[in-house]
C-alpha cells in the first residue's frame, strides 16, 4: 500500500461517496442482473455508479479506476461491465498503518 495513492484517492469527495456506498451496496444500488445480483460477491457496476453519479460513464470509470489503483476496491470483469467493490482488507491495513506510523 502506498500512502500517497490512498491518501490521493481518498481526498475526493465523489470518490468518498462511492466508497460509502460500496460500504453497504444493496441500500443504495437497484438490484442487479440475476448472474451477478449478489453484490458481496460480484461488486456493483459501474453503468450503476454512473447513473447514481449523475456523470458521464468515462467520469465513473476514473474514479473507480483511481480507487482500484489505490488498492481500496477491486474490479471484476463480466461479460462487457466491470463491477467494483470494496477491499475491506485494504482498510483494515490502512487503520493499522495508520495508528502505528502516523
Known amino acids: 500500500m ?7 484517492a481518498l481526498s475526493n469527495e465523489t470518490r468518498l461517496q462511492i466508497l460509502e456506498w460500496l460500504k453497504e451496496p ?4 437497484s438490484p442487479q442482473p440475476v448472474e451477478v445480483s449478489d453484490f458481496s460477491k ?3 457496476c459501474v453503468t450503476q455508479f454512473h447513473e447514481k453519479l449523475n456523470v458521464t460513464q468515462s467520469t465513473a470509470s476514473q474514479h473507480l479506476s483511481l480507487l482500484n489503483r489505490a488498492g481500496l476496491e477491486t474490479a471484476q470483469r463480466h461479460g462487457k ?5 470494496r477491499n475491506e ?4 491495513q490502512l487503520q493499522e498503518m495508520i495508528g502505528k506510523d502516523i
Open 2 to 8: 502506498k500512502p500517497v495513492e490512498i491518501f490521493k
Open 81 to 85: 461491465f466491470t463491477y467494483y467493490k
Open 42 to 44: 460480484s461488486g456493483v
Open 89 to 92: 482488507e485494504a482498510f483494515k
Open 26 to 29: 444493496e441500500k443504495h444500488f
